[in-house]
């Protein structure tokens, strides 16, 4: 698959021009790039049990951890739970 579609597995790794932070659940059944029609390099997706964000400062990790590092460092704005 590689082979194939070699362009668009390279792009991100130059850069990556994300349009959304992308929070699901981590149910192995939920893709979100075929639910939105996404590529690689498109979405920052943050999967968990149940999709959770729990309230900041409540309890530092994972979760939080990804939230602020698309927001301060990727500067992507959108989020979607």
């Known amino acids: 698959m ?7 597995f390279t792009r991100p790794s ?7 932070l992308f929070i699901t659940c981590s149910d192995s ?3 979100p790039a075929i ?3 996404t590529d690689p390099g498109e979405l ?3 999967r968990n049990a149940g999709n959770m964000v ?3 400062g409540s309890m530092q990790g994972g979760s ?3 939230i ?5 460092v990727l500067k992507v704005p959108p989020i979607i739970v």
């Open 2 to 8: 590689f082979g194939k579609k070699k362009e668009l």
């Open 14 to 20: 130059e850069n990556q021009a994300l349009r959304t």
């Open 29 to 31: 059944r939920v893709d």
């Open 35 to 37: 639910l939105t029609q």
């Open 44 to 46: 920052f997706i943050l």
């Open 54 to 56: 729990l309230p900041y």
């Open 64 to 66: 939080t951890t990804t």
């Open 68 to 72: 602020e590092y698309a927001m301060a």
